[in-house]
């Protein structure tokens, strides 16, 4: 399958943490990105990780990969309102010539 | 920072009309993707470029659909005979050919397709 799954809605205060998950089905998947999309902007690179590493820490982000359950995560710390858009989870799989596949993408809102 | 332009923004066409979206991507880069996004649903790949040919498309890259590299500078998306269901955003991309294929895709702010 190549589904990328992500939960559709996350509300969260300022100064708290986000995080956002995403599940993925096909273990040939061994790039993984996140993508960040403010209204009616484009789509802007937050951070990726290769399958090598389980861990990636990037300033307030950090991104988990648990290979053997498929499960990514993006964690924000001290969130902020401008942190307020959809996040969206691609994956690249390794024989492609960089087709991404994406989540229907996580509305995140950062309440005061 | 270098980054990817698409024109127009907005693009308002009759149903059964030619459209064509214009992208400028990122100089030093070799591949380069169409996307859309329908409102409310996902991100989809349309079509991968390198090298002056499509590498890979999707099943939604019908025969309406072209892209073409004119000049050294342009990507364009070709619609040839609009339908009300290509109403959509989208989105091209560029990425590096240097080093890995794992290079992250850069992504323009997209251009809005209103069919009427």
């Known amino acids: 399958g190549e589904d990328v799954e992500q939960s559709l809605f996350l509300s969260v205060r300022e100064g708290d943490s986000s995080v956002i998950n995403c599940t993925y089905t096909?273990?040939?998947?061994?790039?993984l990105y996140w993508y960040k999309q403010e209204p009616g902007a484009g789509l802007q690179l937050l951070t990726y990780?290769?399958?090598?590493?389980d861990m990636k820490q990037d300033q307030r982000l950090t991104v988990l990969l648990n290979k053997k359950d498929k499960h990514l995560s993006l964690r924000i710390a001290d969130t902020q309102t401008g942190d307020s858009a959809i996040y969206f989870c691609?994956?690249?799989?390794?024989?492609?010539?960089?087709?991404?596949?994406f989540g229907a993408g996580t509305q995140v809102v950062v309440t005061p | 920072e270098p980054e990817v332009t698409q024109t127009p923004s907005h693009q308002v066409t009759q149903m059964g009309q030619e459209v064509i979206l214009r992208c400028v991507p990122i100089?030093?880069?070799?591949?380069f993707y169409w996307y859309r996004q329908i409102l409310g649903q996902k991100v989809e790949f349309l079509v991968s470029f390198y090298n002056n040919e499509i590498s890979e498309k999707s099943e939604i890259f019908d025969d309406q659909f072209s892209v073409e590299r004119p000049d050294g500078s342009n990507f364009t998306l070709k619609i040839r005979s609009t339908k009300l269901e290509d109403s959509a955003m989208y989105f091209c991309a560029s990425r590096s050919g240097v080093e890995y294929s794992n290079q992250p895709q850069h992504f323009g702010d997209g251009t809005r397709l209103s069919i009427l």
């Open positions: 096909d273990s040939s998947s061994t790039y």
């Open positions: 691609a994956e690249k799989k390794d024989d492609s010539w960089g087709k991404f596949q």
């Open positions: 990780i290769f399958s090598n590493m």
């Open positions: 100089s030093n880069h070799l591949y």
